[in-house]
């Protein structure tokens, strides 16, 4: 099913000497229970184009669908919020809350109870494969692969269908690449999100169901 | 859940937030301290500046000082003495100069007698003995009186103490050149009974004659008016001589006799301030209260009397009294006048019609205040027993015709009233006249040194308070930057997961303020407590009595009346405290603000190869 669609979309900035044109009419359409690779050298604009997916910007021309709205007419908080998570490289946790308090903060955010956001946050740290142990753990007493996991379990959390996950296993050994892709393949094979991964790692692409290449600011299959 | 992560997040940082907790606590207590102290300055300032006075007296210095011989006749030598001369009474108005910013303006005080014969009075000192005794006499073989001679006294014209004797020892001991006196003739004279020694060791007392029968009224230009029996001491009684202008002169004076001991002086003022002897505080309002600066200004018949001179006539305060003023004295206080032994002497009752002086002026005064005078002293700077102080402008007569001494400005009579703190500034103006022959005093009863004290204190306050808000400022500065700025990834992690902008805003700043809020509201309650505790032991070991003030007496109870020092108003602490939680939220705000300016995914897709 369509979840996200990129009609013509384009992006650009204005720096103090020249107009960059960071992405150049893509289109393309993702559907929930597909992984997706986009891949590209550095300054190819997949980084932008995730930006634009996740709702942190918005096209210059061009129109971002979400379940068939214009993501220009959505309250992009509330979409962030409810149907889209973003999983980063760097995992980007919150330093100072444990590893439940973490996964808790999307789920009371969209104004679920404590208690109750507590125990959905245990359910989705076991789903992801994390030890109950870690439940009271800061971030950086857990391991990368840890952390990576629970930024997953962070962003299943939300209750969306989208996870964007921008490099997320450049900071991970092999063995935990490896679990972080089965991870995000096993969230949009079984769990029906559409994830869209930016990779510069080619046995990541290849776990995906679709590889995008983008080449300056191009979609280029 | 945002103030509880918020809050979370900060605890979980706790050598940070101590030490935030800490040093906002520190910067409140010290703004606090700074701006009550600097509120307790100003307070203090403006309640001294209330209660304070400054004055000046002006003295017209002697010029002369003349070697001057008086005959005794009694010791058959002649006394050598100082007296000392002025020369013309220089007037008021060159007081009014460039610079001399007068509160009161100087004024040369007069004081009146207002005789009062339906009223008790403390009886002026008078001189020892019988006083003056006015009598007819006769000498039993011609003579000249300059020794020691027995004279007949015919008959007693006036005596306050009559005495049984015929004959008195008589000598016109002062009066090198005596005229003669003869055998069956008649005299009329004034006399007192003086004494003179006789040994080393004892006293005799003769009868020497006073010159009474002679006026010495003045000009308003203090012109002394001619008077032909000036210098007559005694003269011949002959057949119809009472019939006579002579006559009737020695009967207008035995008719004078007793008006001093129905008399009462009375100042004439622009203020009580100008009077020294409440200046000095030792004389105060016991009850009632002070003539009011309008009163004095309309000139309304209102009145001080003596609390002394009010107890034994029943008079309380509101009570009305007539006071018929007959005589002005342009030369010496009430209190210097009526408390030695030179009232009469000073000046004679009769003026140059050889006439007594007639009332020139006459109001009823309703008594406002009792004046209570303590210690005693025999200056011109003491209040006299039955003294009464009323308005100058209350007068709506002339005394011009009944001035009976005159002299120069003198520091008892004259004097004037500045704003507290400019002493140096007039005292330069002043110099700058080269009056050399008048002496200025000035007395601020120790306003300028307090003064400065108080600048002192006013300036360690402003040195704190501005000590308390750099401190303040840098704190907030410093955490916002390590709490907010610092934290810019935190925002971008919130934005990413949904979160508006203004719940950022609200998540960032919550804990954060809470610190604030805490830290400040100890910090201003300790501040409050120590400028509390220093304003108790200021005010505890030098508070300022001025039970005898002029300022303070209006609302004292019982003459008592305490200075205190001002004590730090609690409503400055809460804005202080208020003050520095506004300050924290608007800065929070604006560093968030450009934190929340950053992209989150730029911030968050930071990648680490």
């Not at chain 2, 108080?454 to 303040?472: E, P």
């Not at chain 2, 509390?532 to 505890?540: D, E, H």
């Not at chain 2, 070991?541 to 109870?557: A, E, F, K, M, P």
Request: charged letters at 20%; proline letters at 4%.
């Amino acid at each position: 099913m369509e979840i996200l669609r990129a009609e013509q979309v384009h992006y650009s900035y204005q720096t103090k000497y020249q107009t960059i044109e960071a992405v150049r009419g893509v289109s393309y359409s993702f559907e929930t229970g597909n992984m997706y690779a986009i891949v590209g050298e550095s300054g190819s604009g997949k980084s932008t184009f995730l930006s634009l997916l996740a709702g942190l910007d918005l096209p210059t021309k061009g129109n971002v669908y979400v379940e068939g709205e214009d993501m220009a007419v959505l309250n992009r908080d509330s979409y962030r919020r409810e149907k889209a998570s973003v999983v980063y490289q760097s995992f980007n946790l919150f330093p100072l809350l444990t590893a439940q308090e973490n996964v808790m903060f999307p789920i009371e955010l969209k104004g679920t109870g404590k208690r109750e956001a507590a125990k959905k946050a245990a359910e989705l740290i076991e789903r992801v494969g994390l030890r109950e142990q870690v439940l009271y753990q800061f971030p950086q007493m857990m391991s990368g692969g840890e952390q990576q996991r629970l930024a997953i379990a962070r962003a299943m959390a939300a209750g969306g269908k989208i996870i964007l996950a921008d490099e997320p296993t450049g900071n991970l050994d092999s063995e935990n690449q490896q679990n972080i892709v089965q991870l995000l393949k096993e969230a949009a094979h079984t769990m029906e999100f559409a994830v869209i991964v930016i990779t510069h790692n080619p046995e990541v692409a290849a776990e995906a169901d679709y590889v995008l290449r983008m080449r300056d600011g191009k979609l280029i299959n | 859940m945002l103030l509880r992560n918020s809050i979370k997040q900060i605890m979980r940082t706790p050598v940070k937030t101590i030490l935030f907790l800490l040093l906002v606590t520190f910067a409140a207590a010290l703004s606090t301290v700074g701006i009550n102290l600097w509120q307790m300055s100003n307070s203090n300032m403006n309640d001294f500046e209330k209660v304070f006075t400054t004055i000046g007296t002006i003295e017209q210095k002697k010029s002369v000082l003349n070697k001057m011989e008086q005959w005794d006749a009694m010791e058959q030598t002649s006394r050598y003495y100082y007296g000392s001369k002025y020369n013309p009474p220089i007037p008021l108005s060159v007081l009014d100069f460039d610079g001399a910013n007068y509160i009161q303006k100087t004024e040369k005080r007069p004081f009146y007698g207002a005789y009062l014969p339906d009223y008790q009075l403390f009886p002026p000192d008078r001189n020892g003995g019988r006083g003056v005794i006015i009598v007819e006499f006769t000498v039993n073989e011609d003579c000249v009186p300059d020794h020691k001679i027995e004279i007949n006294i015919e008959k007693q014209i006036y005596t306050k103490y009559r005495f049984n004797t015929t004959t008195v020892w008589f000598c016109d001991r002062y009066n090198p050149n005596p005229d003669q006196l003869y055998a069956g003739k008649t005299y009329v004279m004034a006399m007192l009974e003086t004494p003179y020694r006789t040994n080393d060791t004892s006293y005799g007392y003769v009868y020497t004659p006073i010159e009474m029968i002679g006026s010495w009224q003045y000009s308003e230009e203090g012109e002394v008016l001619p008077d032909e029996m000036q210098g007559i001491l005694y003269e011949e009684v002959t057949e119809g001589f009472y019939e006579t202008e002579h006559g009737k002169r020695w009967l207008n004076l035995v008719e004078c006799m007793e008006l001093p001991y129905h008399t009462i002086p009375v100042t004439a003022t622009n203020s009580t301030n100008l009077l020294m002897p409440f200046y000095s505080g030792t004389s105060y309002i016991i009850t009632g209260e002070d003539i009011s600066e309008e009163e004095y200004a309309h000139g309304d018949k209102v009145c001080l009397v003596s609390n002394s001179f009010a107890r034994i006539n029943n008079l309380v305060v509101g009570d009305k009294i007539m006071l018929p003023l007959y005589y002005a004295n342009y030369r010496d206080s009430a209190g210097g006048a009526y408390r030695t032994s030179e009232v009469w002497a000073g000046f004679n009752m009769l003026n140059a019609k050889g006439e007594p002086y007639p009332v020139f002026y006459e109001a009823e005064y309703t008594i406002v205040g009792l004046v209570m005078t303590v210690g005693g002293g025999s200056s011109g700077y003491t209040m006299a027993k039955n003294e009464v102080i009323i308005p100058t402008k209350s007068i709506q007569a002339s005394d011009k015709d009944n001035i009976v001494a005159y002299g120069p400005m003198m520091g008892y009579t004259t004097s004037f009233q500045i704003p507290n703190g400019s002493m140096k500034e007039y005292k330069e103006a002043f110099q700058k006249l080269g009056l050399d022959e008048l002496e200025l005093r000035l007395y601020d009863k120790g306003y300028t040194e307090l003064r400065a004290g108080l600048d002192n204190i006013r300036s360690m306050a402003f040195i704190l308070l501005a000590a308390g808000v750099i401190a303040t400022v840098l704190i907030l500065v410093f955490f916002c930057n390590l709490f907010i700025t610092k934290q810019k990834k935190r925002t971008a992690i919130e934005r990413s997961l949904g979160m508006s902008k203004w719940k950022c805003t609200q998540s960032m700043i919550s804990g954060i303020l809470l610190i604030v809020l805490f830290g400040s509201l100890i910090g201003s309650l300790m501040g409050y407590l120590l400028t509390s505790t220093m304003a108790n032991v200021v005010s505890g070991s030098s508070s300022y009595d001025l039970t005898y003030t002029i300022g303070s007496v209006r609302n004292s109870v019982g003459g008592e009346t305490v200075a205190e020092y001002a004590y730090p108003a609690f409503s400055f602490s809460a804005i202080t405290c208020a003050i520095i939680i506004l300050f924290a939220f608007m800065l929070a705000l604006a560093v968030i603000a450009n934190n929340l300016r950053y992209e989150p995914l730029e911030l968050l897709s930071e990648k680490t190869e």
